[in-house]
Protein backbone atom coordinates (compact mmCIF):
# COMPACT_ATOMS: atom_id res chain seq x y z
CA UNK A 1 0.00 0.00 0.00
CA UNK A 2 0.93 3.93 -0.38
CA UNK A 3 1.71 5.41 2.59
CA UNK A 4 -1.19 7.78 2.69
CA UNK A 5 -3.43 4.67 2.32
CA UNK A 6 -5.81 4.41 5.13
CA UNK A 7 -9.26 2.71 6.34
CA UNK A 8 -11.81 5.25 8.23
CA UNK A 9 -14.33 2.99 9.40
CA UNK A 10 -14.16 0.48 6.31
CA UNK A 11 -14.21 3.10 3.58
CA UNK A 12 -9.96 3.18 1.92
CA UNK A 13 -8.79 6.78 1.89
CA UNK A 14 -5.39 7.36 -0.34
CA UNK A 15 -4.30 11.01 -0.15
CA UNK A 16 -6.98 12.18 2.20
CA UNK A 17 -9.52 11.00 -0.47
CA UNK A 18 -12.14 8.22 0.00
CA UNK A 19 -11.93 5.85 -2.44
CA UNK A 20 -15.84 5.35 -2.61
CA UNK A 21 -15.81 9.01 -3.64
CA UNK A 22 -13.01 9.45 -6.37
CA UNK A 23 -15.07 6.22 -8.25
CA UNK A 24 -18.53 8.00 -7.86
CA UNK A 25 -16.51 11.02 -10.31
CA UNK A 26 -14.07 9.13 -11.97
CA UNK A 27 -16.32 6.31 -12.46
CA UNK A 28 -14.87 2.22 -11.84
CA UNK A 29 -12.29 0.77 -12.84
CA UNK A 30 -9.51 3.55 -11.81
CA UNK A 31 -6.01 3.06 -10.90
CA UNK A 32 -5.32 5.46 -8.19
CA UNK A 33 -2.08 7.03 -7.58
CA UNK A 34 -0.85 8.60 -4.66
CA UNK A 35 1.26 11.89 -5.67
CA UNK A 36 3.12 12.02 -1.89
CA UNK A 37 4.18 8.72 -2.16
CA UNK A 38 5.66 7.98 -5.90
CA UNK A 39 7.54 11.32 -4.88
CA UNK A 40 8.85 10.05 -1.47
CA UNK A 41 10.10 6.72 -3.01
CA UNK A 42 11.72 9.07 -5.87
CA UNK A 43 13.14 11.08 -3.69
CA UNK A 44 14.73 8.35 -1.23
CA UNK A 45 16.51 6.88 -4.27
CA UNK A 46 17.89 10.09 -5.23
CA UNK A 47 18.95 10.67 -1.38
CA UNK A 48 19.98 7.04 -0.71
CA UNK A 49 22.27 7.02 -4.17
CA UNK A 50 23.03 10.74 -3.87
CA UNK A 51 26.57 10.02 -5.65
CA UNK A 52 24.95 8.37 -8.74
CA UNK A 53 22.17 9.35 -11.50
CA UNK A 54 19.48 7.95 -10.70
CA UNK A 55 17.37 7.22 -13.91
CA UNK A 56 13.36 6.52 -13.82
CA UNK A 57 12.64 3.29 -15.51
CA UNK A 58 10.09 4.73 -17.57
CA UNK A 59 8.40 2.04 -18.77
CA UNK A 60 6.86 0.61 -15.30
CA UNK A 61 4.79 3.71 -15.81
CA UNK A 62 5.33 6.75 -17.61
CA UNK A 63 2.74 9.95 -18.32
CA UNK A 64 3.60 13.29 -18.72
CA UNK A 65 2.82 14.26 -14.97
CA UNK A 66 4.72 11.41 -13.61
CA UNK A 67 7.54 12.30 -16.11
CA UNK A 68 7.61 15.98 -14.31
CA UNK A 69 7.34 14.43 -10.55
CA UNK A 70 10.67 12.51 -11.73
CA UNK A 71 12.33 15.52 -12.97
CA UNK A 72 11.37 17.60 -9.87
CA UNK A 73 12.70 15.37 -7.75
CA UNK A 74 16.15 15.20 -9.73
CA UNK A 75 16.04 11.74 -11.13
CA UNK A 76 17.25 11.16 -14.88
CA UNK A 77 14.15 9.06 -17.21
CA UNK A 78 14.98 6.07 -19.17
CA UNK A 79 12.83 5.20 -22.09
CA UNK A 80 13.21 1.90 -24.40
CA UNK A 81 10.60 3.47 -27.09
CA UNK A 82 10.00 6.10 -29.30
CA UNK A 83 6.16 6.51 -27.57
CA UNK A 84 8.26 6.53 -24.56
CA UNK A 85 10.53 9.26 -25.37
CA UNK A 86 7.58 11.11 -26.62
CA UNK A 87 6.13 11.71 -23.50
CA UNK A 88 9.16 12.71 -22.76
CA UNK A 89 9.54 15.11 -25.26
CA UNK A 90 6.05 16.51 -24.67
CA UNK A 91 6.56 16.59 -20.31
CA UNK A 92 9.68 19.18 -21.41
CA UNK A 93 12.04 16.61 -20.03
CA UNK A 94 15.72 17.69 -20.31
CA UNK A 95 16.90 15.47 -22.63
CA UNK A 96 20.13 15.39 -21.77
CA UNK A 97 18.78 13.39 -18.83
CA UNK A 98 17.39 10.55 -21.09
CA UNK A 99 18.46 7.19 -21.41
CA UNK A 100 17.70 5.45 -24.70
CA UNK A 101 17.18 1.63 -24.39
CA UNK A 102 16.01 -1.50 -26.27
CA UNK A 103 17.32 -4.37 -28.53
CA UNK A 104 15.38 -3.44 -31.58
CA UNK A 105 15.06 1.00 -31.70
CA UNK A 106 13.89 1.55 -35.35
CA UNK A 107 15.59 3.89 -37.71
CA UNK A 108 13.24 6.57 -36.95
CA UNK A 109 13.36 6.33 -33.17
CA UNK A 110 17.28 6.38 -33.03
CA UNK A 111 17.19 9.17 -35.59
CA UNK A 112 14.36 10.96 -32.85
CA UNK A 113 16.60 10.01 -30.00
CA UNK A 114 19.73 12.04 -31.68
CA UNK A 115 18.04 15.15 -33.04
CA UNK A 116 16.53 15.91 -29.51
CA UNK A 117 19.79 14.80 -28.22
CA UNK A 118 19.21 12.40 -25.67
CA UNK A 119 22.33 12.03 -23.33
CA UNK A 120 23.14 8.45 -24.09
CA UNK A 121 21.84 5.89 -25.90
CA UNK A 122 22.47 2.24 -24.95
CA UNK A 123 23.74 -0.10 -27.74
CA UNK A 124 22.12 -3.58 -28.20
CA UNK A 125 23.82 -4.69 -31.20
CA UNK A 126 26.40 -4.81 -33.96
CA UNK A 127 23.78 -3.87 -36.06
CA UNK A 128 22.47 -0.88 -34.32
CA UNK A 129 26.65 0.50 -33.77
CA UNK A 130 26.33 0.54 -37.42
CA UNK A 131 23.57 2.00 -37.54
CA UNK A 132 23.49 4.68 -34.99
CA UNK A 133 27.43 5.25 -36.56
CA UNK A 134 25.50 6.03 -40.10
CA UNK A 135 23.02 8.40 -38.51
CA UNK A 136 25.65 10.39 -36.56
CA UNK A 137 27.75 10.98 -39.14
CA UNK A 138 24.41 12.41 -41.55
CA UNK A 139 23.38 14.71 -38.94
CA UNK A 140 26.79 15.61 -37.90
CA UNK A 141 25.92 14.58 -34.22
CA UNK A 142 28.48 13.29 -31.41
CA UNK A 143 26.13 10.76 -29.41
CA UNK A 144 26.98 9.29 -25.87
CA UNK A 145 26.38 5.69 -25.73
CA UNK A 146 26.54 2.60 -23.33
CA UNK A 147 27.30 -0.80 -24.58
CA UNK A 148 25.10 -2.87 -22.86
CA UNK A 149 26.54 -6.14 -21.72
CA UNK A 150 25.46 -9.62 -20.53
CA UNK A 151 26.68 -10.20 -16.74
CA UNK A 152 25.84 -13.61 -17.59
CA UNK A 153 23.35 -13.17 -14.47
CA UNK A 154 20.06 -13.94 -14.60
CA UNK A 155 17.73 -12.76 -11.41
CA UNK A 156 14.23 -14.17 -10.82
CA UNK A 157 11.82 -13.56 -8.27
CA UNK A 158 13.09 -14.40 -4.99
CA UNK A 159 16.30 -16.14 -6.64
CA UNK A 160 19.06 -15.37 -9.39
CA UNK A 161 21.06 -17.81 -11.11
CA UNK A 162 24.61 -16.95 -11.54
CA UNK A 163 25.49 -19.15 -14.66
CA UNK A 164 25.87 -18.32 -17.90
CA UNK A 165 22.29 -16.78 -18.93
CA UNK A 166 23.50 -16.07 -22.16
CA UNK A 167 20.86 -17.24 -24.16
CA UNK A 168 18.31 -14.47 -24.17
CA UNK A 169 18.08 -11.42 -26.59
CA UNK A 170 19.60 -8.29 -24.89
CA UNK A 171 23.02 -7.02 -24.76
CA UNK A 172 26.32 -8.19 -26.33
CA UNK A 173 28.11 -11.36 -24.15
CA UNK A 174 31.31 -10.54 -21.71
CA UNK A 175 32.09 -14.33 -22.03
CA UNK A 176 32.18 -14.40 -25.74
CA UNK A 177 34.35 -11.47 -25.95
CA UNK A 178 31.51 -10.08 -28.35
CA UNK A 179 31.28 -6.85 -25.56
CA UNK A 180 34.79 -6.34 -25.90
CA UNK A 181 34.37 -5.92 -29.28
CA UNK A 182 31.25 -3.86 -29.17
CA UNK A 183 33.53 -1.28 -27.38
CA UNK A 184 36.32 -1.19 -29.71
CA UNK A 185 33.50 -0.69 -32.64
CA UNK A 186 31.79 2.34 -30.26
CA UNK A 187 35.93 3.56 -30.09
CA UNK A 188 36.63 3.66 -33.91
CA UNK A 189 33.44 5.26 -34.92
CA UNK A 190 33.98 8.84 -35.02
CA UNK A 191 30.33 10.48 -34.25
CA UNK A 192 30.12 8.20 -30.76
CA UNK A 193 31.10 8.77 -27.62
CA UNK A 194 31.70 5.55 -25.06
CA UNK A 195 30.15 6.78 -21.80
CA UNK A 196 30.51 3.26 -20.23
CA UNK A 197 28.77 -0.26 -19.74
CA UNK A 198 25.68 -0.81 -18.49
CA UNK A 199 24.31 -3.93 -17.14
CA UNK A 200 21.05 -5.35 -16.22
CA UNK A 201 19.96 -8.30 -14.36
CA UNK A 202 16.56 -8.67 -13.84
CA UNK A 203 13.52 -7.52 -12.09
CA UNK A 204 11.41 -8.25 -8.67
CA UNK A 205 14.91 -9.26 -6.85
CA UNK A 206 15.49 -8.77 -3.23
CA UNK A 207 19.09 -9.05 -2.37
CA UNK A 208 21.94 -8.12 -3.73
CA UNK A 209 24.14 -11.02 -4.43
CA UNK A 210 23.12 -10.95 -8.08
CA UNK A 211 24.36 -7.36 -8.61
CA UNK A 212 27.62 -8.38 -6.68
CA UNK A 213 28.33 -10.84 -9.70
CA UNK A 214 27.54 -9.17 -12.03
CA UNK A 215 29.41 -6.20 -10.86
CA UNK A 216 32.56 -8.18 -10.76
CA UNK A 217 32.15 -9.32 -14.41
CA UNK A 218 31.27 -5.84 -15.86
CA UNK A 219 34.11 -3.96 -13.74
CA UNK A 220 36.27 -6.79 -14.94
CA UNK A 221 35.31 -5.70 -18.41
CA UNK A 222 35.78 -2.27 -17.70
CA UNK A 223 39.50 -2.71 -16.19
CA UNK A 224 40.12 -4.67 -19.30
CA UNK A 225 39.02 -1.56 -21.23
CA UNK A 226 41.17 0.49 -19.64
CA UNK A 227 44.22 -1.93 -19.23
CA UNK A 228 44.12 -3.19 -23.01
CA UNK A 229 42.55 -0.24 -24.85
CA UNK A 230 44.15 2.60 -22.87
CA UNK A 231 39.96 3.82 -22.59
CA UNK A 232 39.05 4.96 -19.29
CA UNK A 233 34.92 5.05 -19.91
CA UNK A 234 33.44 7.28 -17.46
CA UNK A 235 30.31 6.08 -16.05
CA UNK A 236 28.54 2.70 -15.24
CA UNK A 237 24.88 1.64 -15.04
CA UNK A 238 23.99 -1.32 -12.62
CA UNK A 239 20.03 -1.45 -13.97
CA UNK A 240 16.95 -1.59 -12.24
CA UNK A 241 15.14 -4.76 -10.80
CA UNK A 242 14.36 -3.45 -7.12
CA UNK A 243 11.78 -5.37 -5.61
CA UNK A 244 8.95 -4.27 -4.14
CA UNK A 245 6.09 -6.44 -1.77
CA UNK A 246 3.25 -8.11 -3.25
CA UNK A 247 1.27 -9.23 -0.90
CA UNK A 248 2.50 -8.32 2.62
CA UNK A 249 2.65 -5.27 4.80
CA UNK A 250 5.88 -4.89 4.44
CA UNK A 251 8.40 -2.76 2.05
CA UNK A 252 11.54 -4.49 1.21
CA UNK A 253 12.80 -1.54 -1.08
CA UNK A 254 15.00 0.00 1.00
CA UNK A 255 16.83 2.47 -1.23
CA UNK A 256 18.96 3.42 1.37
CA UNK A 257 20.17 -0.41 2.97
CA UNK A 258 20.35 -0.87 -1.24
CA UNK A 259 22.94 1.74 -1.55
CA UNK A 260 25.18 0.97 0.61
CA UNK A 261 25.55 -2.49 0.02
CA UNK A 262 25.58 -1.51 -4.18
CA UNK A 263 28.32 1.04 -3.15
CA UNK A 264 30.27 -1.33 -1.38
CA UNK A 265 30.28 -4.10 -3.77
CA UNK A 266 31.20 -1.62 -6.38
CA UNK A 267 33.78 0.03 -4.02
CA UNK A 268 35.33 -3.32 -3.43
CA UNK A 269 35.99 -4.26 -7.15
CA UNK A 270 37.37 -1.90 -8.20
CA UNK A 271 39.89 -1.81 -5.27
CA UNK A 272 40.69 -5.05 -6.37
CA UNK A 273 41.02 -4.41 -9.73
CA UNK A 274 42.88 -1.10 -9.11
CA UNK A 275 40.80 1.25 -10.64
CA UNK A 276 38.70 4.30 -10.44
CA UNK A 277 35.05 3.87 -9.34
CA UNK A 278 33.54 5.18 -12.17
CA UNK A 279 30.29 7.52 -12.18
CA UNK A 280 27.50 4.82 -11.31
CA UNK A 281 23.66 4.98 -12.41
CA UNK A 282 20.53 2.77 -11.56
CA UNK A 283 17.14 2.42 -12.98
CA UNK A 284 14.25 1.96 -10.96
CA UNK A 285 11.21 1.57 -12.47
CA UNK A 286 8.75 -0.94 -10.21
CA UNK A 287 10.10 0.25 -6.66
CA UNK A 288 9.10 3.98 -7.31
CA UNK A 289 6.01 3.59 -8.48
CA UNK A 290 4.35 -0.06 -7.84
CA UNK A 291 3.71 0.75 -4.32
CA UNK A 292 2.11 4.06 -5.08
CA UNK A 293 -0.97 2.95 -7.21
CA UNK A 294 -4.30 0.89 -6.44
CA UNK A 295 -6.54 -0.34 -8.85
CA UNK A 296 -10.33 -0.02 -7.42
CA UNK A 297 -12.44 -2.35 -8.92
CA UNK A 298 -16.60 -2.37 -8.41
CA UNK A 299 -17.99 -5.72 -7.67
CA UNK A 300 -20.29 -7.10 -10.34
CA UNK A 301 -21.06 -10.54 -9.79
CA UNK A 302 -20.24 -13.23 -6.60
CA UNK A 303 -20.57 -16.51 -7.76
CA UNK A 304 -19.97 -19.87 -4.83
CA UNK A 305 -17.81 -22.90 -6.61
CA UNK A 306 -17.39 -25.93 -4.84
CA UNK A 307 -14.81 -27.88 -5.20
CA UNK A 308 -13.12 -31.12 -4.93
CA UNK A 309 -13.41 -32.27 -1.32
CA UNK A 310 -16.52 -30.41 -0.62
CA UNK A 311 -14.58 -27.22 -0.09
CA UNK A 312 -16.23 -23.46 -1.40
CA UNK A 313 -14.43 -20.72 -3.15
CA UNK A 314 -16.38 -17.59 -4.26
CA UNK A 315 -15.71 -16.07 -7.37
CA UNK A 316 -16.29 -12.41 -7.53
CA UNK A 317 -15.97 -11.09 -10.68
CA UNK A 318 -14.68 -7.08 -11.09
CA UNK A 319 -15.24 -4.80 -13.91
CA UNK A 320 -11.18 -4.83 -15.08
CA UNK A 321 -9.27 -7.51 -15.35
CA UNK A 322 -5.86 -9.20 -17.55
CA UNK A 323 -6.88 -5.85 -19.51
CA UNK A 324 -5.66 -3.50 -16.90
CA UNK A 325 -3.49 -5.91 -15.17
CA UNK A 326 -1.96 -8.63 -16.78
CA UNK A 327 0.41 -9.61 -14.28
CA UNK A 328 -1.16 -12.54 -12.94
CA UNK A 329 -2.34 -14.58 -16.05
CA UNK A 330 1.18 -13.59 -17.73
CA UNK A 331 3.94 -13.77 -15.02
CA UNK A 332 1.44 -15.88 -12.47
CA UNK A 333 1.99 -12.93 -10.06
CA UNK A 334 0.52 -12.56 -6.54
CA UNK A 335 -1.54 -9.58 -5.29
CA UNK A 336 -3.95 -8.85 -2.35
CA UNK A 337 -7.11 -6.84 -2.12
CA UNK A 338 -9.25 -5.27 0.30
CA UNK A 339 -13.06 -4.60 0.76
CA UNK A 340 -12.96 -0.62 0.26
CA UNK A 341 -16.23 0.73 0.16
CA UNK A 342 -17.60 -0.28 3.92
CA UNK A 343 -17.38 -1.96 6.94
CA UNK A 344 -17.43 -5.80 7.25
CA UNK A 345 -17.74 -8.19 10.18
CA UNK A 346 -18.53 -11.03 8.24
CA UNK A 347 -16.49 -14.10 8.30
CA UNK A 348 -13.72 -14.29 5.86
CA UNK A 349 -14.10 -16.39 2.74
CA UNK A 350 -11.77 -18.12 -0.06
CA UNK A 351 -12.04 -15.50 -2.66
CA UNK A 352 -10.66 -15.70 -6.21
CA UNK A 353 -11.14 -11.89 -7.63
CA UNK A 354 -11.42 -12.57 -11.49
CA UNK A 355 -12.05 -9.70 -14.15
CA UNK A 356 -14.47 -9.45 -17.06
CA UNK A 357 -12.26 -11.63 -19.76
CA UNK A 358 -13.35 -13.97 -22.15
CA UNK A 359 -10.97 -16.45 -20.50
CA UNK A 360 -10.49 -18.61 -17.45
CA UNK A 361 -7.41 -17.38 -16.85
CA UNK A 362 -8.44 -13.96 -16.34
CA UNK A 363 -7.23 -14.01 -12.19
CA UNK A 364 -6.86 -10.63 -10.80
CA UNK A 365 -5.94 -12.10 -7.11
CA UNK A 366 -5.81 -15.71 -6.99
CA UNK A 367 -6.77 -16.38 -3.48
CA UNK A 368 -7.47 -14.16 -0.76
CA UNK A 369 -9.59 -14.22 2.41
CA UNK A 370 -12.46 -11.67 1.93
CA UNK A 371 -15.81 -10.56 3.55
CA UNK A 372 -18.00 -13.32 3.26
CA UNK A 373 -20.80 -10.80 2.36
CA UNK A 374 -19.55 -9.59 -0.64
CA UNK A 375 -22.01 -8.05 -3.09
CA UNK A 376 -23.02 -6.60 -6.11
CA UNK A 377 -21.05 -3.23 -6.05
CA UNK A 378 -18.87 -3.28 -3.66
CA UNK A 379 -15.43 -1.43 -4.25
CA UNK A 380 -12.25 -4.20 -3.80
CA UNK A 381 -9.14 -2.22 -4.26
CA UNK A 382 -5.96 -4.02 -5.61
CA UNK A 383 -2.15 -2.70 -4.14
CA UNK A 384 1.03 -2.35 -5.60
CA UNK A 385 -0.66 -2.22 -9.19
CA UNK A 386 1.57 0.97 -9.90
CA UNK A 387 4.26 -0.78 -12.42
CA UNK A 388 3.50 -2.70 -15.21
CA UNK A 389 -0.06 -2.47 -15.29
CA UNK A 390 -1.11 0.55 -16.95
CA UNK A 391 2.14 0.21 -18.96
CA UNK A 392 0.99 -3.18 -19.81
CA UNK A 393 -2.60 -2.60 -20.39
CA UNK A 394 -4.11 -3.84 -23.38
CA UNK A 395 -8.12 -3.78 -24.88
CA UNK A 396 -8.63 -6.72 -25.08
CA UNK A 397 -12.61 -7.97 -25.64
CA UNK A 398 -12.15 -4.25 -26.45
CA UNK A 399 -11.96 -3.33 -22.84
CA UNK A 400 -11.49 0.66 -21.94
CA UNK A 401 -8.38 1.21 -20.77
CA UNK A 402 -9.21 2.87 -16.63
CA UNK A 403 -8.14 6.57 -15.91
CA UNK A 404 -4.63 6.89 -13.60
CA UNK A 405 -6.58 9.17 -11.24
CA UNK A 406 -3.67 11.06 -8.84
CA UNK A 407 -4.60 11.89 -5.32
CA UNK A 408 -2.95 14.28 -2.98
CA UNK A 409 -3.78 16.04 0.10
CA UNK A 410 -7.31 15.21 -0.31
CA UNK A 411 -7.67 16.27 -4.29
CA UNK A 412 -8.28 14.52 -7.19
CA UNK A 413 -6.14 15.24 -11.07
CA UNK A 414 -6.82 13.01 -13.50
CA UNK A 415 -3.29 12.28 -15.38
CA UNK A 416 -4.08 9.72 -17.56
CA UNK A 417 -8.24 9.69 -19.03
CA UNK A 418 -10.64 6.54 -19.20
CA UNK A 419 -10.19 5.93 -22.88
CA UNK A 420 -13.75 5.81 -24.86
CA UNK A 421 -15.44 3.77 -27.15
CA UNK A 422 -14.86 6.82 -29.91
CA UNK A 423 -10.51 5.90 -28.85
CA UNK A 424 -10.99 2.83 -29.75
CA UNK A 425 -13.03 2.94 -33.20
CA UNK A 426 -10.64 5.85 -34.15
CA UNK A 427 -8.19 3.50 -35.15
CA UNK A 428 -11.16 1.56 -37.05
CA UNK A 429 -10.69 2.99 -40.53
CA UNK A 430 -12.06 -0.08 -42.78
CA UNK A 431 -15.17 -0.59 -44.67
CA UNK A 432 -17.35 1.23 -42.24
CA UNK A 433 -14.39 3.37 -40.44
CA UNK A 434 -13.99 7.30 -40.51
N1 LIG B 1 16.50 -0.93 -16.80
C1 LIG B 1 16.34 -1.80 -17.81
C2 LIG B 1 17.34 -1.88 -18.87
C3 LIG B 1 15.23 -2.64 -17.84
O1 LIG B 1 15.08 -3.51 -18.82
C4 LIG B 1 14.27 -2.56 -16.78
C5 LIG B 1 13.09 -3.42 -16.79
C6 LIG B 1 14.47 -1.61 -15.76
C7 LIG B 1 15.60 -0.82 -15.81
C8 LIG B 1 13.50 -1.41 -14.63
O2 LIG B 1 13.32 -2.55 -13.86
P1 LIG B 1 12.45 -2.43 -12.51
O3 LIG B 1 13.25 -1.58 -11.53
O4 LIG B 1 11.16 -1.78 -12.83
O5 LIG B 1 12.29 -3.84 -12.06
N2 LIG B 1 6.88 -6.55 -17.08
C9 LIG B 1 7.66 -7.19 -16.03
C10 LIG B 1 8.93 -6.45 -15.75
C11 LIG B 1 9.78 -6.24 -16.98
C12 LIG B 1 11.00 -5.45 -16.67
C13 LIG B 1 11.70 -5.05 -17.92
N3 LIG B 1 12.85 -4.26 -17.71
C14 LIG B 1 6.79 -7.29 -14.79
O6 LIG B 1 5.64 -6.88 -14.82
O7 LIG B 1 7.24 -7.81 -13.78
Given at each position: WSSTARKVDGVLEVGGVALPDLLAEHGSPAYVLDEADFRARARAFRTAFADYDVYYAGKAFLCTTTARWVAEEGLRLDVCSGGELAVAERAGFEMGHVGFHGNNKSAAELRRAVEVGVGRIVLDSFVEIERLTALAAGLGRRVGVMVRVTAGVEAHTHEYIATAHEDQKFGFSITSGDALEAVRRVLAADGLELLGL???IGSQIFDTSGFEVAARRVLALHAQVSGELGVSMPELDLGG??????TTQDDPSDPAQLATEITKIVDHECRALGIEVPRLSIEPGRAIVGPAVCTVYTVGTVKPVELDGGAVRTY?????????????ALYDADYSCTLASRRSDAPPTLTRVVGMHCEAGDIVVKDEFLPGDLAPGD??????TGAYCRSMASNYNHALRPPVVAVREGGTLVVVRRETLDDLLATDVGALGG
Open positions: HSHGFGIAYVSVDGGMSDNIRTLLAVPG
